[in-house]
């Protein structure tokens, strides 16, 4: 072995020398630093400082980790002052969810940003005050039991995904975005109306019912046709409570044709403050 070798070796033993530390001093070094992202950025440091400072007790926030998020062994459990969490294009399946959202009873926050593997699951959280969901082409299927969420953000593409919604007796906020189901948010042009079928129109009254407790809802409809409820499935309406609608539409002709103002005056009746915007 050459002599050059020996010393690398060696300088890198010397570098590394922190790994023998206990659990206990590593976290007492990471309470010092500022933010999580800061742990992560210093990770050479220490061989095992990366898989640590993921599970640190005094963490508070993890937003959008995205590479150290995928490894299946990560156990945020014991981050039990997790109050905020991020996921972005990440992929678990529904029992990781399922296991460490019951398991962090701090947390207020919640994002699942174009989450992989997510097929059905269940979140029960008695603290959860804001969530945000975005699956524009994924088949889901979800029942949310928080009863003191306050504001539930939902971007999908497909309306017969399926969210079942106990108990959001607090919620002041909910915000729907409707994507073409024929084609990618990003994308442009004219959309196929011709999807739009007594199916797709009984799913989309599921997703508002479920919505009704909202006090302010903001709803993004990717045409008029979308809105246009067929008369023959008119029965209860499904935002009979809600008190603010903030309505914009895509596509849109620039003005609210007699079609359309029948259908909004059906399925949001008690309406005190309406706001529309085309886009």
């Not at 400072?53 to 963490?59: E, M, R, T």
């Not at 042009?189 to 199916?199: A, K």
Request: hydrophobic share 35%.
């Amino acid at each position: 072995m050459s002599k050059a070798y020996e010393e690398e070796e060696e300088e890198e033993e010397e570098d590394d020398r922190i790994s023998d530390k206990s659990d206990h001093i590593l976290n007492h070094i990471f309470s010092f630093l500022p933010s999580i992202r800061e742990v992560i950025r210093m990770s050479p440091v220490c061989k095992r400082w990366r898989s640590l400072s993921l599970s640190v007790p005094f963490l508070e926030e993890l937003m959008e980790l995205e590479k150290e998020l995928r490894s299946p062994g990560l156990d945020l459990t014991v981050c039990r002052e997790l109050r905020s969490l991020s996921f972005g294009f990440n992929r678990f399946t529904d029992q990781w969810l399922q296991h460490h959202i019951s398991r962090l009873p701090l947390i207020e926050k919640l994002t699942l940003k174009l989450c992989h593997g997510l097929k059905r699951f269940n979140i029960h959280s008695q603290r959860l005050k804001y969530l945000c969901c975005t699956h524009p082409f994924s088949d889901i299927n979800a029942t949310l039991y928080t009863p003191n969420l306050l504001y539930f953000g939902y971007e999908c593409g497909k309306v017969d995904l399926i969210f079942r919604i106990n108990s959001f007796n607090h919620l002041l906020e909910a915000s729907l975005k409707l994507n073409s189901p024929c084609q990618p948010p990003c994308c442009s042009g004219d959309f196929d109306e011709s999807w739009y079928s007594d199916m797709w129109y009984s799913h989309l009254l599921k997703l508002l019912a479920n919505l009704n407790c909202s006090n302010t809802l903001s709803f993004y409809a990717p045409s008029e046709k979308a809105l246009q409820i067929p008369k023959n499935m008119r029965e209860i309406s499904p935002l009979a409570y809600s008190k603010h609608l903030k309505l914009k539409i895509h596509n849109s002709s620039g003005s609210i044709n007699s079609e359309l103002r029948d259908a909004l005056s059906w399925f949001a009746p008690s309406l005190e403050t309406f706001e529309i915007d085309y886009c």
